[in-house]
């Protein structure tokens, strides 16, 4: 099945007196080991759209797909069930954890789903390795770059293997150099893993970067050339 999959998806907000639409019978496919950057200004409805395909938002109509399932009319539990099993998150802000190395980062979450740290962390530093941290392995995020810490933010996001990675504005905070770097270590380990990812950015340089660029028009998701 498609990794994620929006279907006629329409999205309103309350807004003082009235309703906006953002999103209007929106669709969307994702295939498994795809990346696609969501370009759009300000305000068009990026984030909207990142959430509803997390889960972490409900559409008012239409269906979202994870890896085959509908989600619409589950409860908000079996909802969070599936993003945690499903959806990977990076932000512009990492949130790493400061105590703990960046292999200890990238094993937590898999420890808290059962795995031994063991495993964990074997996993953590092989992904870490791939996204060219070898070398930093037992460094606490305070000793990283910038770029550095995004991809440990990225590998932890990865390491219990979702269906679907989204990142919003995942290198907003940092220089065009480190971005390319860090879109580059991305869209290749998208296409390693078979993950799909959606990625929101303003820049159309990194977007270049994905497979496939996609903007908002009119509450819908257009394709970009
Ligand atoms: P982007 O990520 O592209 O900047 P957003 O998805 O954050 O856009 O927001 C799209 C529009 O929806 C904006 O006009 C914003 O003000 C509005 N919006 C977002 N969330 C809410 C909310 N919870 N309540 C009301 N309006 C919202
Ligand atoms: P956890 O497993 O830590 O309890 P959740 O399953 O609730 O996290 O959420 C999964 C991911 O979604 C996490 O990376 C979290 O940062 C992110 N997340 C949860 N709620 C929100 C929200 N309201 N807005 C943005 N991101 C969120």
Redesign the pocket.
Known sequence: PAAMALVGVTRR???GEGV?E?LKGAELVLEPGQSVALV?P???????LLHLAGLLEHPDEGEVYIDGHPTARLSDAERTRIRRLHVGFVYQFHHLLAEFSAVENVALPQMIRGLSRKAAEARARELLTYLGLGHRLTHRPSELSGGEQQRVAIARALANAPRLLLADEPTGNLDPRTSDHVFGALAELVHATGVAAMI?THNLDLASRMDRRVTLRDGRVVELA
């Open positions: 907000y309350r807004q906006i953002i759009a300000s305000g068009a409805g990026k984030s909207t929101a």
